[in-house]
Nanobody, 126 residues
């Protein structure tokens, strides 16, 4: 069974940076699609950024130019660099993965991802 463990969350001031990591284990073969989602209190879970094994990416408009997703295909590890953080970025950030190979907006659609981590909290103060 695939297990995803996130790390790297924390509390920062607006304008600061964080780097989130997601370590995958228990997979039987390459996890083609991996992504980051976030959920703020009282809001729905939204796709932040996704990446497939070919390197194609998809970003939410609200994070373009500030967040960068990357992955280590050899180890099925996923990363998210968060720069120029804003208070509205405050949320629980979740790593998600699937064996399916998705593209474009599907990389940020939670219905396609079968494996989820427990989340890491990001808090940005003004």
């Amino acid at each position: 069974q695939v297990r995803l463990v996130e790390s790297g969350g924390g509390s920062v001031q607006a304008g600061g940076s964080l780097r989130l990591s997601c370590a995958a284990s228990g997979y039987s073969h390459r996890l083609a699609s991996m992504a980051w989602f976030r959920q703020a209190p009282g809001k729905e879970r939204d796709g932040v950024a996704g990446m497939n094994a070919d390197g194609s990416t998809s970003y939410a408009e609200s994070v373009k130019g500030r967040f960068t997703i990357s992955r280590d295909n050899a180890e099925n590890n996923l990363y998210l660099q968060l720069n120029s953080l804003k208070p509205e970025d405050t949320a629980m950030y979740y790593c998600a993965a699937d064996y399916g190979d998705y593209i474009d907006d599907d990389l940020r659609d939670s219905q396609w991802f079968n494996y989820w981590g427990q989340g890491t909290q990001v808090t940005v103060s003004s």
